[in-house]
């Protein structure tokens, strides 16, 4: 597609319940990166992948954090037994080189709420 | 350890006014970017500056990289209404990994 595409774009869960959220990159874009957004508040990195490597995982908040993308193009972050303070945005982006001149496409990010 | 200060974090002007964001960091980064960011939406990139010392004009936003490469201005010039929008800054990192600044909230009244 023309832009980056995550889904869904609102989830509610309760405490305690496993939840996926889906991110299709730009085709053909090599990196693809995932933040944490808090209202008002600049995104956090968590993870980054080149195709499907996973070069950095440092910013992932816990274990039950986990992310994937098995054949380089569609990634998804799995949060394990969700804690209400996993409630925020979560941005996906990608880009198509890691040239220092190339900036990020986001996608217009999942809302998570864990009631 | 914040690595990129963002400031003001918060500026509410009248309409026609000029403002300036400052993005301040310790570290060096490959290239500084500008993003505008609006209420449920992604961020969307602004402009990346990549030389120590460049000058970027796009309309009447005016970005300016530092000649040591870890601090970043936005000027806006007679802001307007359509300008509201949370305004962040990026370092990207040798590495790879974009860094955020807290991110400025402009509000511009008619």
């Known amino acids: 597609g023309a832009g980056v595409s995550q889904s869904p774009r609102y989830k509610v869960a309760k405490r305690g319940q496993d939840v996926a959220l889906r991110c299709d990159p730009i085709s053909g874009h090599v990196s693809l990166f995932w933040y944490q957004q808090a209202l008002g508040q600049g995104p956090e990195f968590l993870t980054y992948?080149?195709?499907?490597?996973?070069?950095?995982k440092s910013g992932l908040p816990s274990d039950r954090f986990f992310a994937e993308r098995p054949e380089g193009s569609v990634s998804t972050l799995k949060i394990q037994r969700t804690q209400q303070e996993d409630s925020a945005v979560y941005l996906c982006?990608?880009?198509?080189?890691?040239?220092?001149?190339?900036?990020?496409?986001f996608g217009s990010g999942t809302r998570l709420t864990v009631v | 350890t914040q690595l990129l200060e963002q400031s003001p974090q918060f500026l509410s002007i009248q309409e026609g006014e000029n403002l300036t964001v400052y993005c301040n960091s310790s570290?060096?980064?490959?290239?500084l970017q500008w993003y505008r960011q609006e209420p449920g939406e992604g961020p969307v990139l602004l402009v990346t500056?990549?030389?120590?010392?460049e000058v970027k004009k796009l309309k009447r936003l005016t970005f300016q990289f530092g000649d040591a490469r870890k601090d970043s201005s936005l000027h806006i010039t007679a802001a307007q209404p359509g300008d509201t929008g949370l305004y962040l800054c990026a370092g990207l990192q040798l590495a790879g990994k974009l860094i955020f600044g807290q991110g400025t909230t402009l509000q511009v009244k008619p």
């Open positions: 992948f080149q195709n499907e490597a996973q070069l950095d």
């Open positions: 982006a990608s880009s198509a080189h890691r040239s220092r001149g190339y900036g990020y496409t």
């Open positions: 570290s060096v980064f490959s290239s």
């Open positions: 500056v990549v030389t120590g010392g």
